[in-house]
């Protein structure tokens, strides 16, 4: 089963219940709620969150908070699909703001922000090592969007 939480920047993960969606103004403000619906995408592997959701339905549910980290406690083998390699590589450019992804086991806390972009990088990224999250954040992930070009022309015409 996999479980999700999206924690502040600044929130320790120690203490955070499970499959919750932590959204935080202020501590003050903070309160959690619970993830409300998987989108429509009912045949495969769950997505990290553990909903049937597609690599490009993540990219727009990480938009939704973009102040927030997301992060993500066990593995989806499988999620992502050599059919939305393609999808993916096109976001390689957008600047729209994101959440960043953080593995469960890392005591890192990303900070700044990130971009559509860079989470496509490192969705791909994910892909390529049959692993997701591929790194234990998108904190200080830089993808070398040229040498995925280059791979993805040599990768899409050998598949």
């Given at each position: 089963?996999?479980?999700?939480?999206?924690?502040?920047?600044?929130?320790?993960?120690?203490?955070?219940?499970?499959?919750?969606?932590?959204?935080?103004?202020?501590?003050?403000?903070?309160?959690?709620?619970?993830?409300?619906?998987?989108?429509?995408?009912?045949?495969?592997?769950?997505?990290?969150?553990?909903?049937?959701?597609?690599?490009?339905?993540?990219?727009?549910?990480?938009?939704?908070?973009?102040?927030?980290?997301?992060?993500i406690i066990g593995s989806s083998p499988g999620w992502i699909r050599?059919?939305?390699?393609?999808?993916?590589?096109?976001?390689?450019?957008?600047?729209?703001?994101?959440?960043?992804?953080?593995?469960?086991?890392?005591?890192?806390?990303?900070?700044?922000?990130?971009?559509?972009?860079?989470?496509?990088?490192?969705?791909?990224?994910?892909?390529?090592?049959?692993?997701?999250?591929?790194?234990?954040?998108?904190?200080?992930?830089?993808?070398?969007?040229?040498?995925?070009?280059?791979?993805?022309?040599?990768?899409?015409?050998?598949?």
């Amino acid at each position: 089963m996999h479980r999700v939480l999206f924690i502040p920047v600044l929130l320790s993960a120690a203490g955070c219940a499970s499959n919750h969606l932590t959204k935080s103004a202020r501590p003050a403000d903070a309160r959690q709620t619970q993830i409300s619906s998987p989108s429509a995408r009912l045949d495969g592997p769950t997505d990290p969150t553990g909903f049937h959701r597609t690599p490009i339905e993540f990219l727009e549910f990480l938009k939704q908070s973009p102040q927030q980290t997301l992060m993500i406690i066990g593995s989806s083998p499988g999620w992502i699909r050599d059919a939305d390699i393609h999808l993916l590589m096109a976001r390689l450019q957008s600047q729209a703001r994101c959440a960043h992804v953080k593995d469960g086991a890392s005591s890192h806390q990303p900070l700044g922000e990130t971009t559509e972009g860079l989470q496509a990088a490192f969705l791909i990224e994910g892909f390529r090592q049959h692993r997701y999250p591929p790194r234990p954040t998108s904190d200080g992930f830089v993808p070398d969007v040229d040498g995925l070009k280059t791979w993805y022309q040599q990768w899409s015409t050998h598949r």
